[in-house]
Nanobody, 122 residues
Framework: QVQLVESGGGLVQAGGSLRLTCAASGRTFSSYVMGWFRQAPGKEREFVAAINWSGGNTYYADSVKGRFTINRDKNTVYLQMNSLKPEDTAVYYC?????????????????WGQGTQVTVSS
């Protein structure tokens, strides 16, 4: 009942910035937790950031802390990525889950977008 669509990916040089957008539609309520995950070639999908949809509480993976910022506005969530590194190259996915609990745990998310490619050149 919930659809998530990511956009904003692309090619950027190391040190540059990019903002990803995740638009949610369908059955969505204010208490949903929204998260960003990413999957690099040959790697498993990993947690990036999460935000409480109504309260604005945030949590970041250590690998992106201080460089990435998650934000939201109504049924849209953003991932502002600054000081990008080649290691950030991956397909980025947004996801939604029911509550602020174990937000880094991938299977806890009920809905997923199709992903958007981010490529950071050196």
């Amino acid at each position: 009942q919930v659809q998530l669509v990511e956009s904003g990916g692309g090619l950027v040089q190391a040190g540059g910035s990019l903002r990803l957008t995740c638009a949610a539609s369908g059955r969505t309520f204010s208490s949903y937790v929204m998260g960003w995950f990413r999957q690099a070639p040959g790697k498993e999908r990993e947690f990036v950031a999460a935000i409480n949809w109504s309260g604005g509480n945030t949590y970041y993976a250590d690998s992106v802390k201080g460089r990435f910022t998650i934000n939201r506005d109504k049924n849209t969530v953003y991932l502002q990525m600054n000081s990008l590194k080649p290691e950030d190259t991956a397909v980025y996915y947004c996801a939604a889950r029911d509550r602020w609990y174990s937000v880094t745990h991938e299977p806890g998310y009920d809905y997923w977008g199709q992903g958007t490619q981010v490529t950071v050149s050196s």
